[in-house]
């Protein structure tokens, strides 16, 4: 299995710039997460969706965070405009709800870097 | 709201020897999961082991197991003949049965040396 797949891996922007992260979860699996790592927060929740449906989306920060779960194997997290306090590394994780015993697998993660 | 603290931030132990990582948490509920994950320098996030509360058999995983004293709520990670390639920081993290979102300890870094 290939594993989680998130891209880009690194992304440089300029304030106010859109930017748009990508996540394709483990074929097979039903439940894909954003996570966002910083060195002041450490790792949260941001949204999570479960068979492409967001249940709770309560860790976005502002309004000027979105995401999209189109279709099993594609989620997108965008942050319109970005700004500097939003550099961080943004995780992407996948698993399978089969009744509570789901056991989450990140990706490499997205480094973003808004100047 | 439930917390995992890591005590920890930094820890070291030589090859071959055992090492020991603590985590506590808090929580009101009786049946949960606890999880300890590995960032190594790649910062890709690796599932290590994990630890269904209402089994009372402590989890293992080759080198890896876990101490969890649930009276305690107390989750510790030991890590037997350590290798170079266990350098990383190490997360624990709780889960509730009923809801999916995982919540992190601060992290333990672990320096191994030749």
């Known amino acids: 299995d290939a594993g989680v797949i998130q891209s880009p891996r690194h992304e440089v922007t300029e304030m106010g710039q859109e930017v748009t992260l990508r996540c394709k979860p483990i074929?097979?699996?039903?439940?894909l997460f954003w996570y966002r790592q910083t060195m002041m927060r450490g790792l949260e929740l941001l949204i999570y969706?479960?068979?492409?449906?967001?249940?709770?989306d309560s860790g976005m920060p502002e309004d000027r965070f979105s995401a999209k779960m189109p279709n099993a194997s594609f989620s997108t997290l965008k942050i319109q405009p970005s700004e500097p306090r939003d550099s961080a590394v943004y995780f992407c994780?996948?698993?399978?709800?089969?009744?509570?015993?789901?056991?989450?697998?990140f990706g490499p993660g997205t480094r973003l870097t808004v100047l | 709201a439930q917390t995992v603290t890591q005590s920890q931030p930094e820890m070291s132990v030589q090859e071959a020897e055992t090492v020991t990582l603590s985590c506590t948490y808090d929580?009101?509920?009786?049946?949960?999961?606890l999880f300890w994950y590995k960032q190594p320098p790649s910062r890709q996030m690796i599932l290590v082991i994990r630890?269904?509360?209402?089994?009372?058999q402590n989890a293992t995983e080759n080198r890896f197991s876990v101490n969890f004293q649930k009276a305690a709520k107390s989750f510790s990670l030991k890590i037997s003949d350590s290798q170079l390639g266990d350098a990383a920081m190490y997360f624990c993290?709780?889960?509730?049965?009923?809801?999916?979102?995982?919540?992190f300890g601060t992290g333990t870094r672990l320096l191994v040396s030749p």
């Open positions: 994780a996948s698993s399978f709800r089969l009744e509570n015993t789901d056991t989450q697998y």
């Open positions: 074929s097979g699996h039903n439940s």
């Open positions: 630890q269904e509360a209402y089994k009372q």
């Open positions: 969706f479960n068979n492409n449906v967001p249940i709770d």
């Open positions: 929580t009101s509920e009786s049946d949960y999961y």
């Open positions: 993290a709780y889960r509730s049965v009923g809801f999916q979102k995982l919540v």
